[in-house]
């Protein structure tokens, strides 16, 4: 990592946090740099579900046979997406613990979803989008008209969730990031249509001192997201038939993928 750090100009005192899988080796990378390190977003929400919903043995049988169809669909011909194929038939309790999941989990998935934005999931989002997930379950176990079933599970969940939590919230930089969105001055302020905070901030004149800590906060990522895409990226470019790209030119044709957008080309 230092090698890579050294190669781009990038001093250790510039990098404000890493964010990291649950690899003991990044983990340990990152101890070694003395550099503060920010477990995925992404990944604590999917280990939450795996330490509730994932065990329960009253849907992993149901879980098993979407992830099937979903397979299947993936890889198979228009012609036997038909509603007679028994390949892609769910039982009755199938589709009621889908119904279920479905409710219940809505705040996971549109959390995961969001955090995982390519451009717009700083480490900021984290703590509000654990208090907004908090909330959303406190709404559905105060939903009368729903069962015993999505009321234990969004128990289940919410208690994992707040305990594998507990590292973000006591963390400092997250703190310390979320703590600037609630400067008096700033929350004074007018909204703005603009969604984008890199905009917001890049534009704005009115807080030189809170630009100068997003430009430096808002570049830690909330999820591993994108460093994954650039292993699909790769994955296209350096096909069989050409083999024979340097890995100079393979950097470079990897880079240009992925930022054309941003550089606006």
Same mark, same amino acid.
């Given at each position: ?14 990098? *404000? ?94 959390? *995961? ?9 700083? &480490? ?29 599970? *969004? ?31 700033? &929350? ?78």
């Amino acid at each position: 990592m230092e090698e890579v750090m050294s190669s781009y100009e990038i001093p250790n005192e510039r990098v *404000t946090a890493i964010t990291r899988d649950r690899g003991t080796n990044v983990n340990n990378m990152c101890d070694l740099m003395s550099v503060p390190s920010i477990h995925c977003f992404s990944h604590v929400l999917q280990l939450a579900l795996g330490d509730t919903v994932y065990k329960n043995q009253k849907y992993t049988k149901s879980i098993d046979n979407f992830k099937r169809i979903a397979r299947k669909i993936r890889k198979s011909s228009v012609e036997i997406l038909t509603i007679d194929n028994p390949d892609l038939t769910l039982t009755e309790s199938d589709w009621k613990i889908a119904k279920i999941l479905m409710y219940v989990l809505a705040p996971i998935s549109e959390t *995961t979803t969001a955090a995982q934005h390519r451009f717009l999931s700083p &480490c900021s989002v984290i703590i509000p989008a654990l208090k907004l997930i908090k909330f959303k379950f406190q709404e559905i176990l105060e939903d009368h008209s729903i069962g015993e079933d999505e009321k234990t599970i *969004t128990t289940e969940v919410l208690e994992v969730l707040e305990t594998r939590g507990r590292n973000y919230l006591s963390m400092k930089t997250l703190r310390f990031v979320t703590f600037v969105d609630e400067i008096q001055q700033y &929350c004074a302020t007018p909204p703005t249509s603009t969604a984008d905070p890199f905009t917001f901030w890049r534009e704005n004149q009115n807080f030189p001192r809170l630009k100068s800590m997003a430009q430096k906060l808002l570049a830690v990522a909330a999820t591993s997201a994108e460093s994954e895409r650039l292993f699909s990226i790769a994955g296209q470019i350096c096909v069989p038939k050409r083999n024979r790209i340097g890995e100079g030119a393979l950097e470079k044709y990897i880079f240009c993928n992925a930022n054309i957008t941003a550089l606006d080309i």
